[in-house]
């Protein structure tokens, strides 16, 4: 099962050690702008509409990881300086993210 072994921050990124010997290195900004929270992409209604989310371009690049947790053996929740904590970034996704400069 795919797993991080070990999350550091090194300098201003976050480096995941998966337990497949795989490696991901994120910015700051790009784990704050790729956040999979309804706050942050929106929320979709019966039809496939979205509704709120973030519109336009922001700047990420003053935001921090200041912690995070695991959520049960499929997701890691980070915490940021701006006060966002609610994405739920599964490790799928994180592996896609990576994947995708």
Known sequence: MLAPRSI????QE???AWSDGEESYFT?????????????????DLFGNRHGGVTGPRDYSKVEVRGWAQVGNYAIQFNFSDGHKSGLY????????????
């Not at 700051?28 to 979709?44: C, I, M, T, V």
């Not at 599964?90 to 400069?101: C, K, M, V």
């Open 90 to 101: 599964t490790y799928e996704y994180l592996r896609d993210l990576a994947r995708h400069p």
């Open 14 to 16: 976050v480096a995941i």
């Open 28 to 44: 700051f900004a790009k784990l704050r702008a790729a956040s999979p929270s309804a706050e942050n992409q929106g929320e979709p």
């Open 8 to 11: 550091q921050i090194v300098g």
